[in-house]
């Protein structure tokens, strides 16, 4: 079955501490993979997508995401984070032949402490 | 580039009356467009998926009679939830592709619907 499981509902970490989301997949084709944003009451923004070559992938405000085959996960981390970073995260796989439909996780919420 | 917009953003009506949502890719030609509803901390459902001048494909459990989707031309889509109740108060998205040729979904900023 395909699926996109985010084993952390909700994570705090300091200001200025490092973060890592995880997420694992099981997906049946070559996944085409996404972490998408989703601050309160908005729509979702991309921070990054993978489907093929380094499997380090760099992304917007800093965010960078590792792809491992092996272990089904492509986690997201970021260095140092920033209060503006407080808000829902969501990992996503789709097929990356097609138009068709994305499986989402669960989401992340993640708390900022000053 | 690849803008997706929604409208309106937020909106309230009685129950029993008929809302339209629309969805509007700015810069781009939405060859598919996707409906999703969002209940408060919980992550998106997809319930149907349209192409342009065809019929919605609607996702298991979600009522096409109830949720009406159009996608007439490549760039609008709308989806009209018809007799309203409260229980369809939700926060719904809508997304399109076909930009750029990587079937990426490009996602609008969400339309709250609260049913009184």
């Known amino acids: 079955a395909q699926s996109v499981t985010q084993p952390d509902i909700h994570i705090t970490v300091s200001e200025g501490a490092s973060l890592e989301l995880r997420c694992n997949y099981s997906?049946?084709?070559?996944?085409?993979l996404f972490w998408y944003v989703q601050s309160p009451g908005q729509g979702l923004q991309l921070l990054l997508k993978?489907?093929?070559?380094?499997?380090l992938v760099q992304g917007i405000k800093g965010f960078e995401a590792e792809f491992k085959r092996s272990q089904s996960s492509f986690n997201l981390r970021k260095p140092s984070v920033h209060w503006s970073d407080a808000a829902e995260y969501f990992c996503?796989?789709?097929?990356?032949?097609?138009?068709?439909?994305?499986?989402f996780g669960s989401g992340t919420r993640l708390s900022i402490r000053p | 580039g690849a803008v997706v917009s929604q409208h309106p953003s937020w909106v309230i009506c009685k129950s029993g009356t008929s809302v339209k949502i629309e969805c509007r890719s700015l810069d781009f030609q939405a060859t598919t467009m996707f409906w999703y509803r969002q209940f408060p901390k919980q992550s998106l459902m997809l319930m149907a998926t349209?192409?342009?001048?065809?019929?919605?494909?609607?996702e298991q459990g979600v009522e096409k009679d109830k949720f009406l989707i159009n996608h007439a031309s490549l760039t609008l889509s709308t989806l009209t939830v018809t007799s309203a109740h409260p229980e369809d108060s939700s926060f719904y998205i809508c997304?399109?592709?076909?930009?750029?040729?990587?079937?990426?979904?490009?996602f609008g900023p969400g339309t709250r619907l609260t049913v009184t």
């Open positions: 996503a796989v789709g097929p990356y032949s097609s138009a068709s439909k994305i499986i």
């Open positions: 993978y489907f093929s070559g380094d499997t």
């Open positions: 997304s399109g592709t076909g930009a750029g040729g990587s079937h990426e979904q490009y």
């Open positions: 997906y049946g084709a070559t996944p085409y």
């Open positions: 349209s192409n342009e001048g065809s019929k919605a494909t609607y």
